[in-house]
């Protein structure tokens, strides 16, 4: 499909996934110090100007769990932990509020509108980092520059790729089942009424011309829904008002965001369509992680800085609890590295693994061996 | 379970001031999830607030208001799929089979399409997926499109995606034909596809991202299908194709190619294809094309439906008919009904004919549903007079089936 589907796709995963974080670290009381820097650290994390490079790079989009293991790496460029179970409810949360994102958006256009919405939302986090700022201004133009001169055609086949890339994700979210934004199948809701996208005109109108192109007869029928139109477009600009809602920041401290692990049994088979062969995917998304996360800098942290664990749920009981009841069907597989015939790859993910220091926590949960293996030990677990 | 109604549902209703006469309307409102008429998901009643139409009531602005006929359709029971359908357009396909009292329907997943067909009733028989095999170690690619081409001596299965074209028996047991797309001048920031299929008597056309139409020669039988010629008259991506016999001529079709800016082409069949018009686009996708007596009826990304006629490449009619973008057309040929079907949520269905005196395109809407919160990608009209059709949406795993009452 779309071979410029990752830019958008990866930055406004990542903008909800910065304002989960947000959110739990203020609800967790998180000295504001320590918040802020785990913001900053992440933050120029994804914007480091390698990574965008590889990032923009016209390529297709790879399975989930290969963008995951991104994601993975990404939560922990600071001194901030995540256990398993909370790292997949994060990303349960990030998936699920992007994929409604970019069904409810009026034009295909509009994707643009929201991904601005989270880099406007970022900018706030980060606004008194000078430097980060500017390479988040960065990405900005180049998202202008490269976006905002495609065709409504182009923009349609995005949308397309990303939906294809959400098939069958129905994890119910208790945010959007109380603003009824989902049911309680876990398909969103899709309104029939409100303004109608920017250019579309309100249905219910037959005109006729005759040959020489003058209208002739104005036919009203009736269309079923309930719009009204459209009052103002967005602004496409690196400063303005979007007007669209979507993509802003939905969470606040005293919300807490729980979601309901319920896979409806018909959905199963088409979940699996992914997992045959695993092993041949597994050959091009090693490639594409190992380009990504070669350009990843991820800032060593100096000196003994104490790190924490942050907790998606809220007790450590619930926690353990999610890790042990999550269904089969939701797990997100193992890349099997070991199995791959491509020995050279291989090592050179290895190598680029090496380079990743993580400061020993005595409460990551699972295997702590050396340092080296933790990474590729996160990995597998995947 | 039809609940007569006197005045309709206030959150369907239109804000427009209502003449004096007794407001009518039909819509019906459909929950996916159901298995049928008898069987409905807790919690969701099935609204259907139906009243009789009456034409030719004029409100008080001076316009007038065209009711809906009192025709009615009624769910029927819905074929399950295995996987569930993706969000393209054009995401139905349906091969009649009357004197066998069959009817084949296909559906894209994604890497996979399903093939499968069904007796009367909706009672599914056999079902079959299909999948691009490009080698070992790579993923499948996504498949586009899949529909059947309905020839002089045979029916093929056309399956188009990135990278290749596969063209199979009907019932997809064998392929018969594969052509890899040639990537050209393609630079790598433009992703390579086949989308639009269409028969025109013994050539099957295939559309391209580049905008070119590859026209296929398809012998009565075998598997010596030849590339007979390449169509340029499009710069953007071709969405779809459609065709008609021409009028008054045997082994004569016309043909209308549709493309992501908006731009038709018009096609007279033969050895070598002819542009017969051009129909200049605005920038805005068409995704579903259709062609019926010299009218041309085109869907597009706006939600609008425009028809026009086919010889002058003039605008007939326009129809502010969705509030989205369109995803399929279909169009019964004996009756001149059209059915068009957007990511909005909503089928229409539409009564297209000539004014005798003036040869002028006119139109008449004839129903409208409404399949809540599912994002429709294919419809199809089941049996030519257009007495029932078919549904697809964005992840059900289920084709919806409709017959009037």
Same mark, same amino acid.
């Given at each position: 499909?779309?071979?410029?589907?990752?830019?958008?796709?990866?930055?406004?995963?990542?903008?909800?996934?910065?304002?989960?974080?947000?959110?739990?670290?203020?609800?967790?009381?998180?000295?504001?110090?320590?918040?802020?820097?785990?913001?900053?650290?992440?933050?120029?994390?994804?914007?480091?100007?390698?990574?965008?490079?590889?990032?923009?790079?016209?390529?297709?989009?790879?399975?989930?769990?290969?963008?995951?293991?991104?994601?993975?790496?990404?939560?922990?460029?600071?001194?901030?932990?995540?256990?398993?179970?909370?790292?997949?409810?994060?990303?349960?949360?990030?998936?699920?509020?992007?994929?409604?994102?970019?069904?409810?958006?009026?034009?295909?256009?509009?994707?643009?509108?929201?991904?601005?919405?989270?880099?406007?939302?970022?900018?706030?986090?980060?606004?008194?980092?000078?430097?980060?700022?500017?390479?988040?201004?960065?990405?900005?133009?180049?998202?202008?520059?490269?976006?905002?001169?495609?065709?409504?055609?182009?923009?349609?086949?995005?949308?397309?790729?990303?939906?294809?890339?959400?098939?069958?994700?129905?994890?119910?979210?208790?945010?959007?089942?109380?603003?009824?934004?989902?049911?309680?199948?876990?398909?969103?809701?899709?309104?029939?009424?409100?303004?109608?996208?920017?250019?579309?005109?309100?249905?219910?109108?037959?005109?006729?011309?005759?040959?020489?192109?003058?209208?002739?007869?104005?036919?009203?029928?009736?269309?079923?829904?309930?719009?009204?139109?459209?009052?103002?477009?967005?602004?496409?600009?690196?400063?303005?008002?979007?007007?669209?809602?979507?993509?802003?920041?939905?969470?606040?401290?005293?919300?807490?965001?729980?979601?309901?692990?319920?896979?409806?049994?018909?959905?199963?088979?088409?979940?699996?369509?992914?997992?045959?062969?695993?092993?041949?995917?597994?050959?091009?998304?090693?490639?594409?992680?190992?380009?990504?996360?070669?350009?990843?800098?991820?800032?060593?942290?100096?000196?003994?800085?104490?790190?924490?664990?942050?907790?998606?749920?809220?007790?450590?009981?619930?926690?353990?609890?999610?890790?042990?009841?999550?269904?089969?069907?939701?797990?997100?597989?193992?890349?099997?590295?070991?199995?791959?015939?491509?020995?050279?790859?291989?090592?050179?993910?290895?190598?680029?693994?090496?380079?990743?220091?993580?400061?020993?926590?005595?409460?990551?949960?699972?295997?702590?061996?050396?340092?080296?293996?933790?990474?590729?030990?996160?990995?597998?677990?995947? | 379970?039809?609940?007569?109604?006197?005045?309709?549902?206030?959150?369907?209703?239109?804000?427009?001031?209502?003449?004096?006469?007794?407001?009518?309307?039909?819509?019906?409102?459909?929950?996916?999830?159901?298995?049928?008429?008898?069987?409905?998901?807790?919690?969701?009643?099935?609204?259907?607030?139906?009243?009789?139409?009456?034409?030719?009531?004029?409100?008080?602005?001076?316009?007038?208001?065209?009711?809906?006929?009192?025709?009615?359709?009624?769910?029927?029971?819905? #074929? /399950?799929?295995? &996987?569930?359908?993706?969000? !393209?357009?054009?995401? =139905?396909?349906?091969? *009649?089979? %009357?004197?066998? @009292?069959?009817?084949?329907?296909?559906?894209?997943?994604?890497?996979?399409?399903?093939?499968?067909?069904?007796?009367?009733?909706?009672?599914?028989?056999?079902?079959?997926?299909?999948?691009?095999?490009?080698?070992?170690?790579?993923?499948?690619?996504?498949?586009?499109?899949?529909?059947?081409?309905?020839?002089?001596?045979?029916?093929?299965?056309?399956?188009?995606?990135?990278?290749?074209?596969?063209?199979?028996?009907?019932?997809?047991?064998?392929?018969?034909?594969?052509?890899?797309?040639?990537?050209?001048?393609?630079?790598?920031?433009?992703?390579?596809?086949?989308?639009?299929?269409?028969?025109?008597?013994?050539?099957?056309?295939?559309?391209?991202?580049?905008?070119?139409?590859?026209?296929?020669? #398809? /012998?009565?039988? &075998?598997?010596?299908?030849? !590339?007979?010629?390449? =169509?340029?008259?499009? *710069?953007? %991506?071709?969405? @779809?194709?459609?065709?008609?016999?021409?009028?008054?001529?045997?082994?004569?079709?016309?043909?209308?190619?549709?493309?992501?800016?908006?731009?038709?082409?018009?096609?007279?069949?033969?050895?070598?294809?002819?542009?017969?018009?051009?129909?200049?686009?605005?920038?805005?996708?068409?995704?579903?094309?259709?062609?019926?007596?010299?009218?041309?009826?085109?869907?597009?990304?706006?939600?609008?439906?425009?028809?026009?006629?086919?010889?002058?490449?003039?605008?007939?009619?326009?129809?502010?008919?969705?509030?989205?973008?369109?995803?399929?057309?279909?169009?019964?040929?004996?009756?001149?009904?059209?059915?068009?079907?957007?990511?909005?949520?909503?089928?229409?269905?539409?009564?297209?004919?000539?004014?005798?005196?003036?040869?002028?395109?006119?139109?008449?809407?004839?129903?409208?549903?409404?399949?809540?919160?599912?994002?429709?990608?294919?419809?199809?009209?089941?049996?030519?007079?257009?007495?029932?059709?078919?549904?697809?949406?964005?992840?059900?795993?289920?084709?919806?089936?409709?017959?009037?009452?």
């Amino acid at each position: 499909m779309s071979v410029r589907t990752l830019p958008l796709l990866f930055l406004n995963l990542g903008g909800e996934m910065l304002y989960v974080l947000d959110q739990r670290l203020r609800a967790q009381n998180i000295p504001g110090d320590k918040a802020r820097k785990v913001l900053n650290d992440i933050i120029s994390t994804m914007f480091n100007r390698k990574f965008m490079e590889e990032l923009f790079k016209p390529q297709e989009l790879y399975s989930k769990k290969a963008l995951r293991t991104v994601y993975d790496r990404l939560a922990h460029a600071s001194i901030m932990r995540l256990n398993q179970a909370s790292m997949d409810k994060l990303y349960d949360l990030m998936t699920m509020a992007f994929k409604y994102q970019v069904l409810l958006c009026p034009r295909p256009k509009d994707v643009l509108l929201v991904t601005f919405n989270h880099l406007d939302s970022i900018k706030g986090f980060i606004r008194d980092s000078p430097t980060i700022l500017h390479l988040v201004d960065e990405t900005f133009r180049q998202l202008i520059e490269i976006y905002g001169s495609l065709s409504a055609g182009e923009f349609q086949l995005i949308r397309q790729t990303l939906l294809i890339f959400f098939q069958d994700l129905h994890i119910r979210v208790s945010t959007f089942l109380k603003d009824k934004v989902q049911n309680s199948n876990g398909r969103f809701v899709l309104p029939v009424s409100g303004p109608v996208p920017w250019g579309t005109e309100v249905p219910g109108v037959i005109r006729m011309f005759n040959d020489k192109s003058e209208e002739v007869k104005k036919i009203e029928f009736n269309h079923g829904g309930d719009y009204v139109a459209a009052y103002k477009e967005g602004s496409f600009e690196l400063y303005g008002d979007r007007v669209l809602k979507l993509g802003t920041n939905m969470y606040s401290v005293n919300r807490p965001v729980e979601t309901h692990m319920s896979a409806t049994s018909k959905n199963l088979a088409s979940r699996t369509q992914e997992n045959i062969a695993p092993n041949p995917l597994a050959k091009e998304e090693l490639n594409f992680l190992a380009r990504l996360m070669g350009g990843m800098e991820i800032k060593k942290t100096s000196g003994p800085e104490p790190g924490f664990r942050l907790n998606l749920f809220t007790t450590d009981e619930e926690e353990e609890h999610a890790a042990l009841s999550r269904p089969e069907e939701l797990s997100y597989e193992v890349i099997n590295i070991q199995a791959t015939q491509d020995q050279q790859r291989n090592e050179e993910l290895a190598r680029i693994m090496e380079e990743f220091e993580i400061t020993e926590q005595p409460e990551i949960t699972e295997q702590s061996a050396s340092k080296g293996d933790d990474l590729l030990a996160m990995m597998d677990r995947l | 379970m039809v609940a007569p109604a006197t005045a309709p549902r206030a959150s369907r209703s239109s804000p427009r001031p209502r003449p004096e006469a007794v407001r009518q309307c039909v819509v019906s409102m459909v929950a996916a999830d159901s298995e049928g008429p008898e069987d409905r998901p807790s919690g969701k009643p099935d609204l259907r607030v139906e009243v009789e139409g009456v034409a030719g009531v004029t409100s008080d602005l001076g316009v007038d208001l065209q009711y809906l006929s009192p025709r009615m359709f009624r769910r029927e029971r819905s #074929i /399950p799929l295995r &996987g569930s359908a993706a969000a !393209l357009s054009n995401n =139905l396909s349906v091969l *009649q089979l %009357p004197a066998r @009292d069959l009817t084949h329907f296909g559906v894209v997943h994604g890497p996979s399409a399903q093939i499968l067909s069904a007796a009367p009733e909706g009672v599914p028989l056999a079902q079959r997926q299909l999948q691009v095999k490009v080698g070992v170690g790579v993923s499948p690619p996504l498949i586009t499109q899949v529909h059947w081409c309905v020839l002089p001596f045979r029916v093929l299965l056309v399956l188009t995606s990135h990278r290749r074209i596969q063209m199979y028996e009907s019932d997809g047991s064998l392929m018969v034909y594969w052509h890899a797309l040639d990537s050209g001048d393609a630079s790598s920031a433009q992703a390579m596809f086949a989308r639009g299929i269409a028969a025109s008597v013994h050539f099957i056309c295939v559309g391209t991202w580049s905008g070119r139409v590859l026209v296929f020669d #398809i /012998p009565a039988k &075998g598997p010596n299908i030849v !590339l007979n010629e390449e =169509l340029t008259g499009h *710069q953007t %991506p071709i969405t @779809d194709i459609a065709t008609e016999r021409a009028q008054g001529q045997d082994g004569v079709a016309d043909m209308v190619t549709a493309d992501d800016s908006g731009v038709l082409c018009v096609w007279r069949s033969g050895t070598v294809f002819t542009l017969l018009t051009r129909i200049p686009g605005f920038g805005v996708p068409c995704p579903s094309v259709q062609l019926w007596q010299g009218i041309v009826a085109a869907g597009y990304g706006d939600g609008q439906v425009r028809l026009y006629d086919a010889t002058t490449g003039a605008l007939h009619v326009q129809i502010s008919a969705h509030a989205r973008t369109v995803s399929a057309l279909d169009l019964a040929p004996e009756v001149g009904k059209l059915l068009s079907a957007a990511e909005d949520t909503f089928v229409h269905i539409w009564k297209l004919s000539r004014n005798p005196e003036s040869g002028s395109i006119e139109v008449e809407h004839c129903h409208g549903e409404c399949i809540s919160d599912t994002q429709v990608c294919g419809a199809r009209f089941c049996d030519p007079s257009g007495s029932s059709f078919a549904v697809t949406g964005y992840e059900l795993a289920e084709i919806l089936r409709f017959n009037s009452v």
